[in-house]
């Protein structure tokens, strides 16, 4: 967190409070501390017991009601579990705050509008948590001619009760959902899907196959009952396949190119002939430079409040997410979710 000055650069600390200090919470509290342009004015959450720990552990001052929150916050990182995101962040709105709310912005699209009439209304910003797109794998396609015709997506993480409030097509699968909108930038134009609820009482696995309306597709699958994690992506274009691993933070990009274009970045290059043609297959691994996205993500919140940068994810590209999430849902409900027993084997 060195290179800049933020008050150099007539920057004001923005006052901050953190609502909702449960496992994700506690960490928004650590990246805000460190951050110069952050100036963390204390904590809130419905729990006392877990209100006091945070307060207690991370030396913050607890506030002892929201609205007491608001009124001394100017923004505002909303964590609370997804069944809530609306009630609180349309009250911090409503007392003039900028609202950070982390993934999905709202249960319903229903409140994701009236969220984003409410801020445009008060005059604030939205920014919501959709951390991959602050993943330093992600971050480093940048450099690339991007125009993915296929993606295959798969999140997976072992059960913890953690998120059970809401399928996991809200929990996990929207991220990539984010990442392929994002990456594609094309409008869906079809969505298949199928679920099966295992444990809990929402679906628990889920795949889905997205077509745009520019003929790129993108299949996803998201579990959240899996034996280990892996948030993997892989991107295929003409002449261009790559990988991203999000937990790994590391990508890699396999070429075709003629002979004489190798790319200067390229490690390895292996002669290829396919009818008669011979080219080369390159191999990169752009540097990823490690970091904390959630500290990226929060600075990048800070700083666009300040009017410094632009949000990464505003509302309404969390709303358009949310939108296909619930298309998945509903293409998986029409298909009837298999309740277990019933999965195809
Ligand atoms: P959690 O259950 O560990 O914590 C939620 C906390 O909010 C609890 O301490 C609870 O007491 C408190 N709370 C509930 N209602 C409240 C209210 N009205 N006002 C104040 N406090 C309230 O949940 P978590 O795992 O930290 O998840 C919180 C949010 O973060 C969810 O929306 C989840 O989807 C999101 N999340 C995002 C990511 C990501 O990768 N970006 C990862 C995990 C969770």
Known sequence: MT?????AMKGRPIKTAVIGVGHLGGFHVEQLRQLPEANLMGVFDSDPERLATVSREQQVRAFATLEEALDVAEAVSVVVPTAGHFQVASQALEAGCHVFIEKPIARTLDEADRLLRLAEKCQRLIQVGHIERLNPALAVLDKYRLRPRFI??????????????VPVILDLMIHDIDVVLHLIGSPVSEVRANGVQVITDSIDIATARLEFENGAVANLTASRISQRPMRKLRIFQGSMYIGIDFLQQLTEVYQLVDSDRQPPEAILAIPFEYRGRRRLITYEKPAT???????????????????????????????????VAMQVQAAIDRGGPLAEGEAPS
């Open 152 to 165: 295959e997506g798969h999140r997976l993480t072992s059960f913890s009760e953690r998120g059970t409030d």
């Open 3 to 7: 290179g800049y000055n933020f008050a």
């Open 289 to 323: 430079e490690k970091y904390n996205a959630l500290l990226m993500e929060l600075r990048n919140f800070i700083r666009s409040v300040a009017g410094l940068e632009q949000p990464a994810v505003d509302g309404y590209a969390a709303r358009a997410a949310l939108d």
